[in-house]
Nanobody, 127 residues
Framework: QVQLVDTGGGLVQSGGSLRLSCAAA????????MGWFRQSPGKEREFVAA????????LTADSVKGRFTISRDSAKNTVYLQMNSLKPEDTAVYFCATGRVYINMAFMKTERRYDSWGQGTQVTVSS
């Protein structure tokens, strides 16, 4: 029943920044995480980052570590992905998602752990 709306994508030059937002509506499990995945044409979805809602523990893919930061605003039921030092290889459709954390956050890098998805927002980084 969770509905996610992800926004903030756009066209940016290499080295630029964007901030993606994902607003959630509806019920969720008491222990859950929200995350970001990305997908380019012809490729599978790739994990980007995730954050646990209860305690703010984060996971970040090695490919974006040090450049991307995930955060949340619990009062607004919103998760953000701040993307700095963008590279052309970051070009993709970015999807936010939410899923229950059954064991620990380490498992939330896996796509199948998520059961609700946003519509996606396009990020294009030009060289």
């Amino acid at each position: 029943q969770v509905q996610l709306v992800d926004t903030g994508g756009g066209l940016v030059q290499s080295g630029g920044s964007l901030r993606l937002s994902c607003a959630a509506a509806g019920r969720t499990f008491s222990r859950y995480a929200m995350g970001w995945f990305r997908q380019s044409p012809g490729k599978e979805r790739e994990f980007v980052a995730a954050i646990s809602w209860s305690d703010g523990i984060t996971l970040t893919a090695d490919s974006v570590k040090g450049r991307f930061t995930i955060s949340r605003d619990s009062a607004k039921n919103t998760v953000y992905l701040q993307m700095n030092s963008l590279k052309p290889e970051d070009t993709a459709v970015y999807f936010c998602a939410t899923g229950r954390v059954y064991i620990n956050m380490a498992f939330m890098k896996t796509e199948r752990r998520y059961d609700s998805w946003g519509q996606g927002t396009q990020v294009t980084v030009s060289s």
